[in-house]
C-alpha cells in the first residue's frame, strides 16, 4: 500500500483541512463553543442517541489527516494530541510499533531495512475510547469528568482542578494536562460539533472512510450495522472498560 509521506501532499491537506473547518466555524461551529459543563450537557442531551466511533484498520491509509484536523477543530496545544495514528510493523521477531503520526509530523517511508523483513505494517488511528465503565470517571474526585447522554466521556472545565488522577487512570494513555486551560484534557468526540448535527472532525475528513462516527443502536445507521454484527474487536478488552470504539480488522498483535 501506498504511503502518503511527500510533504507536499501533507500542505495541501493542512490547506483542505483548514477549509473544511473553516467552513464549518462560519456555519453552526461559531454557535457551539459551548463549555462541557454538566447543566450545558444535560439541557442539550442525545435525543436517544447511544454513539460509537468504527476505525477500519483496513482502510486507514496512515495520510495524517485525521490527527491535524482534530489538532486544528480543537485548538490542541503543540506537543499535545487528542488522536494520533501508530504504525505497526511486523517481522519474525514481532509486531512493534515503528512510528507515529502526531499533529504536524508525517509518518515517515518505513525504513527499506525493515520494510524487507516485514511481515505486514498496519495503521491504527487511537483516540479516547468514552468507555462506558471509564477508570477515568471513577477515579475522578470532584466528578469533572463525566459521561454525558449519547454516551460521550467529558470534562467539565469548570469543575475540574487538575489534580490528573484520570490521566494516571486511563488505561489507553489518551488524556494529557493542558497547560492554557489547566483541565486533564482529552477528545470529546468533538461533542461541540455533534450536538449541532455535525460528524467529528476527523470523521470528516478520513479521506477512507476509516472514522466513522453514529448511532451504535440504529440498525439504519451504518455504525448501528457494525455494532450489531458483533464483527469488532476493542483495545484492551481485559481492562473491562467496555470501550465505544469499535476496531475493525484491528491485527491480533494491537490488541
Ligand atoms: Fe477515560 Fe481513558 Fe476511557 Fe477515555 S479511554 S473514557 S480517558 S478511561
Ligand atoms: Fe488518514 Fe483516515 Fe487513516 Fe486518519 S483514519 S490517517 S484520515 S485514512
Not at 483516540?127 to 462506558?132: G, P, S
Not at 471509564?134 to 469528568?145: F, I, K, L, R, S
Not at 454516551?151 to 486511563?170: K, N, R, S, W
Not at 439504519?220 to 465505544?244: C, E, F
Request: net charge neutral; aromatic share 8%; charged share 20%.
Amino acid at each position: 500500500m501506498e504511503q502518503p509521506t511527500c510533504k507536499g501532499r501533507r500542505t495541501f491537506l493542512h490547506e483542505l483541512v483548514l477549509g473544511a473547518v473553516a467552513f464549518a466555524a462560519a456555519g453552526p461551529i461559531a454557535l457551539l463553543s459551548s463549555p462541557r459543563s454538566h447543566a450545558a450537557v444535560a439541557a442539550q442531551g442525545a435525543n436517544g442517541k447511544e454513539y460509537a466511533f468504527v476505525v477500519d484498520v483496513s482502510k486507514c491509509i496512515g495520510c495524517g489527516y485525521c490527527v491535524d484536523a482534530c489538532a486544528i477543530e480543537n485548538k490542541v496545544p503543540k506537543d499535545s494530541v487528542r488522536t494520533w495514528v501508530e504504525r505497526y510493523v511486523a517481522t519474525e521477531e514481532g509486531a512493534h510499533i515503528d512510528a507515529i503520526d502526531t499533529p504536524g509530523k508525517a509518518l515517515p517511508p518505513l525504513p527499506a531495512a525493515l520494510l524487507e523483513k516485514s511481515k505486514w505494517s498496519a495503521f491504527v488511528p487511537k483516540l479516547c475510547n468514552h468507555c462506558e465503565n471509564a477508570p477515568c470517571v471513577q477515579v475522578c474526585p470532584v466528578g469533572a469528568t463525566f459521561t454525558a447522554p449519547g454516551g460521550f466521556v467529558l470534562v467539565d472545565p469548570e469543575h475540574c482542578i487538575g489534580c490528573g488522577y484520570c490521566i494516571q487512570a486511563c488505561p489507553y494513555g489518551v488524556r494529557f494536562f493542558n497547560e492554557k486551560t489547566h483541565i486533564a484534557d482529552k477528545c470529546t468526540w468533538c461533542y461541540h460539533r455533534v450536538s449541532k448535527g455535525l460528524e467529528p472532525a476527523c470523521v470528516t475528513v478520513c479521506p477512507t472512510n476509516a472514522r466513522q462516527f453514529g448511532d451504535r443502536n440504529n440498525p439504519a445507521d451504518p455504525v448501528g450495522k457494525i455494532y450489531q454484527s458483533d464483527n469488532w474487536q476493542t483495545l484492551k478488552p481485559d481492562m473491562h472498560s467496555h470501550s465505544r470504539v469499535l476496531y475493525l480488522g484491528l491485527p491480533r498483535e494491537v490488541i
